[in-house]
């Protein structure tokens, strides 16, 4: 008597390999057997015409707050994900001292754009240690499994005080200390650590980070320190200004550690082909016996304009700021007034918002949001082409967009990987063998990025829709989201549909999948925003055996737990 039998599922099993039929068998938290199965079960589900998958892994998220205030961990759940590991870029909220809780929460809203009054509000503080902030979060329960990672901005700053904010040269006892604390949190159950060197991550107070720059003293005090533990990973962000001395240090990283490392890749505008001379380099490190990989986004970082977000086009306009704190309905009362538009077409931006007048400078990257975003849109379908077409002044057709759905509407701006205005150079990103798919950043970016769908995009568009240019495999997508980033962090129990492993699974509905028009949800701690997607398609999410997920609606389950390092794979497997 089995606890659960799927019968007839099309089962994608993570390994790359063929899809096959099969009757999939469950026992408590773990799949019994694979095949034809004629017992009986408590539970049956009949999956004819359905295919059946391992959970998605993802490997770049930040829910480092929002797993120690609530059990949920969506929309990351909601999207297929069992797995997720947070703590990435260097920030995070442990260790810490009571004095710098406000200065890690304002790091953490500049880096990742999650309101800081939130974050106020929703974290408990009951902890210093990073053990303890780990004991925190293992004593709520989850819906699905969390993993964190030793976030190197808290470290600094535990240690060096204001010195370390400042960037300020560790000394030789801060590195030690520093060495130290790092084996202690993987020992704890970190399973890594994870570092900032770009000059784009800043505080909310416009800072640079406390990591960027810090000397290679340190930072070979702490790959001693996670060889001490014996066990992580590396998790790393970096401009590459100086490709060959960054990956000189990167290479010193892995030899010290004795462990692997990622970093975060994207094709920027400014230098459209450095990813191509980031990825040849990281072969010839990889040749050179350096355990190296890149995380790579399967579509363009792109941003969500609009008039609830972080990211408005009209921002910088003198007559906006008047209006920029009042409830969306009075912000759209006033924007449909004839007046009101006139002067606020007519005003020039003020520069203090920079960003924001550089967005509005490219209409030729400006795509309008209908029931479903088109992630690789044409040119000729742009705010620009529109304009070109009609007459129309580009900022008019910008400000009736966003007024559109009562104010709710949005307009997609590829921001990265889309240099070329296709796809072509993410999918030779996708298909190198030293990359992994990431950088969905999960419950970060919340008031302008919502990349946190990327896996069930990756089904979408690349193995089913995607009309130009070549499609990926199947078989090999579910293999690079589940199994392969399961074994990039040292998780070797789950990512795999075979006897012995997690129950970690999903049923989808292939033909019907469909990510939905994102949206701006008020659940936050004191009812702040973020932005929010689902899809449909998902007939159930299963984790450790538990449905999470029936039909787009959570369950009650909670079978999710933290994940303390890294873990076996099931006795008589050779992964």
């Given at each position: 008597?089995?606890?659960?039998?799927?019968?007839?599922?099309?089962?994608?099993?993570?390994?790359?390999?063929?899809?096959?039929?099969?009757?999939?068998?469950?026992?408590?938290?773990?799949?019994?057997?694979?095949?034809?199965?004629?017992?009986?079960?408590?539970?049956?589900?009949?999956?004819?015409?359905?295919?059946?998958?391992?959970?998605?892994?993802?490997?770049?998220?930040?829910?480092?707050?929002?797993?120690?205030?609530?059990?949920?961990?969506?929309?990351?759940?909601?999207?297929?994900?069992?797995?997720?590991?947070?703590?990435?870029?260097?920030?995070?909220?442990?260790?810490?001292?009571?004095?710098?809780?406000?200065?890690?929460?304002?790091?953490?809203?500049?880096?990742?754009?999650?309101?800081?009054a939130a974050l106020h509000e929703g974290l408990s503080w009951e902890w210093e240690s990073f053990a303890?902030?780990?004991?925190?979060?293992?004593?709520?329960?989850?819906?699905?499994?969390?993993?964190?990672?030793?976030?190197?901005?808290?470290?600094?700053?535990?240690?060096?005080?204001?010195?370390?904010?400042?960037?300020?040269?560790?000394?030789?006892?801060?590195?030690?200390?520093?060495?130290?604390?790092?084996?202690?949190?993987?020992?704890?159950?970190?399973?890594?650590?994870?570092?900032?060197?770009?000059?784009?991550?800043?505080?909310?107070?416009?800072?640079?980070?406390?990591?960027?720059?810090?000397?290679?003293?340190?930072?070979?005090?702490?790959?001693?320190?996670?060889?001490?533990?014996?066990?992580?990973?590396?998790?790393?962000?970096?401009?590459?200004?100086?490709?060959?001395?960054?990956?000189?240090?990167?290479?010193?990283?892995?030899?010290?550690?004795?462990?692997?490392?990622?970093?975060?890749?994207?094709?920027?505008?400014?230098?459209?082909?450095?990813?191509?001379?980031?990825?040849?380099?990281?072969?010839?490190?990889?040749?050179?016996?350096?355990?190296?990989?890149?995380?790579?986004?399967?579509?363009?970082?792109?941003?969500?304009?609009?008039?609830?977000?972080?990211?408005?086009?009209?921002?910088?306009?003198?007559?906006?700021?008047?209006?920029?704190?009042?409830?969306?309905?009075?912000?759209?009362?006033?924007?449909?007034?004839?007046?009101?538009?006139?002067?606020?077409?007519?005003?020039?931006?003020?520069?203090?918002?920079?960003?924001?007048?550089?967005?509005?400078?490219?209409?030729?990257?400006?795509?309008?949001?209908?029931?479903?975003?088109?992630?690789?849109?044409?040119?000729?379908?742009?705010?620009?082409?529109?304009?070109?077409?009609?007459?129309?002044?580009?900022?008019?057709?910008?400000?009736?967009?966003?007024?559109?759905?009562?104010?709710?509407?949005?307009?997609?701006?590829?921001?990265?990987?889309?240099?070329?205005?296709?796809?072509?150079?993410?999918?030779?990103?996708?298909?190198?063998?030293?990359?992994?798919?990431?950088?969905?950043?999960?419950?970060?970016?919340?008031?302008?990025?919502?990349?946190?769908?990327?896996?069930?995009?990756?089904?979408?568009?690349?193995?089913?829709?995607?009309?130009?240019?070549?499609?990926?495999?199947?078989?090999?997508?579910?293999?690079?989201?589940?199994?392969?980033?399961?074994?990039?962090?040292?998780?070797?129990?789950?990512?795999?549909?075979?006897?012995?492993?997690?129950?970690?699974?999903?049923?989808?509905?292939?033909?019907?999948?469909?990510?939905?028009?994102?949206?701006?949800?008020?659940?936050?701690?004191?009812?702040?925003?973020?932005?929010m997607q689902g899809a449909t398609g998902y007939v159930a999410t299963l984790k450790?055996?538990?449905?999470?997920?029936?039909?787009?609606?959570?369950?009650?389950?909670?079978?999710?737990?933290?994940?303390?390092?890294?873990?076996?794979?099931?006795?008589?497997?050779?992964?």
């Open positions: 008597m089995h606890d659960l039998l799927i019968r007839g599922a099309t089962v994608v099993d993570g390994s790359g390999g063929p899809r096959f039929t099969a009757d999939v068998a469950i026992d408590g938290d773990r799949i019994a057997d694979v095949g034809r199965i004629t017992g009986p079960a408590r539970r049956e589900i009949d999956a004819d015409g359905l295919l059946l998958t391992p959970g998605w892994v993802d490997i770049h998220t930040h829910y480092d707050g929002q797993i120690s205030w609530s059990s949920r961990v969506d929309p990351s759940s909601s999207l297929g994900a069992t797995t997720v590991v947070t703590g990435n870029c260097g920030v995070g909220f442990a260790p810490v001292r009571p004095a710098e809780h406000d200065r890690l929460i304002r790091l953490m809203e500049g880096v990742e754009d999650i309101p800081g303890d902030y780990m004991d925190a979060v293992d004593s709520r329960p989850h819906d699905i499994d969390v993993a964190v990672q030793l976030p190197h901005g808290a470290l600094r700053v535990y240690v060096m005080g204001e010195r370390g904010a400042a960037r300020a040269d560790a000394t030789a006892a801060e590195c030690a200390a520093m060495r130290a604390l790092t084996a202690d949190a993987i020992r704890a159950g970190a399973i890594g650590f994870s570092t900032t060197r770009t000059m784009v991550h800043r505080t909310a107070d416009g800072d640079l980070t406390p990591t960027v720059g810090a000397a290679r003293a340190e930072m070979e005090a702490i790959a001693r320190g996670i060889a001490d533990a014996g066990t992580g990973v590396i998790q790393w962000v970096s401009d590459f200004l100086d490709l060959e001395a960054e990956f000189a240090l990167i290479e010193d990283m892995t030899r010290l550690s004795g462990r692997p490392l990622s970093f975060s890749l994207v094709q920027a505008d400014v230098v459209p082909q450095a990813w191509r001379m980031l990825l040849d380099r990281t072969s010839k490190s990889v040749a050179n016996g350096h355990p190296i990989k890149a995380q790579v986004a399967g579509r363009p970082v792109g941003l969500l304009l609009g008039l609830e977000g972080s990211v408005n086009p009209f921002a910088s306009r003198p007559s906006w700021k008047a209006i920029a704190d009042r409830p969306l309905a009075e912000k759209v009362r006033t924007l449909r007034d004839p007046a009101f538009r006139a002067r606020l077409l007519a005003e020039d931006p003020l520069p203090d918002h920079p960003f924001v007048n550089s967005v509005v400078a490219m209409p030729h990257r400006m795509f309008r949001v209908g029931e479903r975003i088109d992630y690789e849109p044409r040119a000729d379908t742009s705010i620009a082409a529109e304009a070109a077409a009609t007459g129309r002044p580009i900022l008019d057709l910008v400000y009736d967009a966003l007024l559109e759905d009562d104010g709710r509407s949005f307009l997609f701006f590829p921001m990265h990987n889309y240099a070329d205005g296709d796809l072509e150079p993410v999918r030779e990103m996708i298909r190198h063998p030293h990359t992994l798919p990431g950088l969905s950043d999960g419950g970060a970016h919340v008031g302008a990025i919502c990349d946190v769908s990327l896996p069930t995009f990756m089904l979408t568009h690349w193995c089913r829709d995607r009309t130009r240019g070549p499609r990926l495999d199947l078989e090999e997508v579910v293999r690079q989201q589940t199994s392969a980033t399961a074994q990039a962090v040292g998780f070797r129990d789950r990512g795999i549909v075979a006897p012995g492993y997690l129950a970690d699974l999903n049923l989808i509905d292939f033909p019907n999948l469909q990510l939905g028009r994102p949206w701006m949800a008020h659940d936050l701690p004191t009812g702040a925003r973020r932005l450790s055996g538990a449905p999470i997920f029936e039909q787009g609606t959570a369950t009650d389950a909670l079978p999710g737990r933290l994940v303390r390092g890294a873990t076996e794979a099931p006795k008589g497997t050779a992964r």
